[in-house]
């Protein structure tokens, strides 16, 4: 029998109140709830791992993305002004440690965070605006394989573990 990939996923997504303002995002799409009965979710908080508490401040990336944060060219802050860049690094390898050792070739991650963000984050002026841009464990998720999908493309994750799981 073919071996059911595994799926990091964001414990926030995963209806746990663990994002910097002690809210959940809950997602109950009828893909995840078979992938969850299925046992194949990792689910995971990368910036509780590092350490930061619920509720947090919210922060963003500034002068860049999640590559330029992980090369040093742009930091991630805090709304007070405090730069943060250094946990939300931690953060970052945390997940991807921790899909490594799950065998998570594939993660579902909170779009518009500037740790999970995949398709969109916000733009750095905390004016509430976004762009297109991943945020920092995405960007090393991807940086070492993992494929990494937002909640609003769980379709296209369907049809990527039929590739994978037809071919093996
Ligand atoms: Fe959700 Fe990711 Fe933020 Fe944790 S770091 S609260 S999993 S978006």
Sequence with gaps: MTAKQKILLS??????HVRYNGSDKSCTANLLQQWRDEGRLV?????????????RLS???????GI??????AQVMESDGQDVTQPYVLAAWLALKTAQS??????I???????????????????GMK???????????????????????LEALKQ????IESSS
Aim: hydrophobic share 35%.
């Design 11 to 16: 414990a926030c997504l995963a209806g746990h």
């Design 160 to 163: 990527r573990l039929e590739e």
């Design 102 to 107: 799950h065998g998570c070739r594939f993660a």
């Design 43 to 55: 689910i995971h908080c990368p910036e509780l791992a590092a350490g930061l508490e619920t509720p």
């Design 109 to 127: 991650l909170t779009d518009g965070s500037p740790t999970c963000g995949s398709q969109n984050v916000y733009n750095g002026a905390f004016s």
């Design 68 to 73: 330029d944060v992980l090369n040093g060219r």
């Design 131 to 153: 762009m297109s841009g991943e945020g920092v464990a995405t960007a090393l998720l991807r940086q070492h394989g993992v494929e990494v999908f937002s909640e609003h493309q």
């Design 59 to 65: 922060a963003e990336m500034v002068n860049g993305h």
